[in-house]
């Protein structure tokens, strides 16, 4: 027979688990969008920089090499900001499925005993 205190209870555990899980979601996009605006302005600070450098080459080699360098620089940090943002959406990943494992670690048990019954 239905039970509704049980279903009731169910319901609140369940409510809890979404609220934790959205809750990590939150932080964890907050922090990548943080990232990618101080990377962003980084990176536009970066481009000024050198730009008034690059105006103020004295030859044409020294305006190549001082390209070829900032495209090195830029290259380097843009693979190692988008390492590091993907590391962060892996954590956020990983902390959003946490306050599931749990409830489904006890639904899988559940399953496997009527299963055996």
Known sequence: ??????????????LDVAVKSYSAMTKGFQAIATEAADYSKKSFEDSVAHLEKLTSA???????????????????GFFTEATKIGEMYADLAKDAYKPYEAPVAKATAAVKTAAAA
């Open 58 to 76: 004295k030859s044409l080699e020294a305006a190549f090499e001082l390209q070829t360098n900032y495209l090195k620089a830029s290259y380097e």
């Open 1 to 14: 027979m239905f039970n509704f205190d049980d279903a009731n209870k169910k319901s609140k555990e369940a």
